[in-house]
């Protein structure tokens, strides 16, 4: 039965209102990084009448911008590698074998998403401080502390999403590796793996974001050395003025490595979260 003639006119409609919605925030935030201060304080014009890349240049003596992105792409950068490693060896040993308490463990290791995020707060800072006052390791104040925070947050989905998506593996080719002279590590390393390629990358995706722009805890567990942009980026505001255009160039330059990981592994991604999310 063919669909109405209204149905198709709708539909581009609230797709032309979906692209609006999303393009007109990015076309301020670039028109605005390319205005001088002057124009960004006065009347709004949607038509700038005068175009600078100056603010791109101004973004890196402001503020220490480049040891912040340095600062986040270490953290970012080291807290998704971990988080994918053990991610890989525990979702395939929830999957593959049967072991006591295997179901209580992977409940417990879902039932962590369903707590906010200050709710570890206070804890993990106590407990890095008592660390820190024990053994002389300085959790508080590093990268490293801020590393193992953004683990509590992004392994436990890592976990499950790679062990619903080592389900849709069949298990045939573990036993056909195996009978090839590998043991079960070997059959992870040289078939499961390689299979499973999409799902991995879309949990590094995940993974790399969720330490990218995280506020909370980068503006309480970190200092002037460790900073990183999501909290670095309010210096552009001070007491007297307020650098608009720096501060939307300096977005438009955060925003990159996430733009160019989505366009890089996107067909990765869409095949990765689709099979994960099917257990």
Known sequence: MSEPRWV???????????ALFTLLPLYVMVSTSLKPLGD?????????????????????????????????????????????LIAIFAAYAIN???????????????????????????????IFVSI????????????LGLTLTYLTFSLPFAIWMLAGYFDSIPKELDEAAMVDGNGPVGALIRVVIPAAVPGIVAVSIYSFMTAWGEVLFASVMTDSDTRTLAVGLQEYSTQVQVYWNQVMAASLIVSVPIVAGFLLFQRYLVSGLTAGAVK
């Open 40 to 84: 960004v304080q006065g009347v709004w014009q949607w038509i700038p009448t005068t175009l600078t890349i100056q603010p791109f240049l101004d973004i890196w003596k402001t503020i220490p911008l480049a040891k912040y992105f340095l600062n986040s792409l270490v953290i970012s950068g080291a807290a998704t590698v971990c988080s994918v």
């Open 132 to 143: 820190g006052n024990t053994t002389g390791i300085v959790l508080y104040g590093s990268r």
């Open 96 to 126: 593959r074998y049967k072991f006591r308490g295997r179901n209580f463990f992977a409940m417990t290791v879902l039932s962590t998403q369903m707590f906010p995020g200050i709710l570890f707060l206070l804890p993990l800072f106590l």
């Open 8 to 18: 198709p006119w709708a539909r581009r409609f609230v797709l032309g209102f979906l």
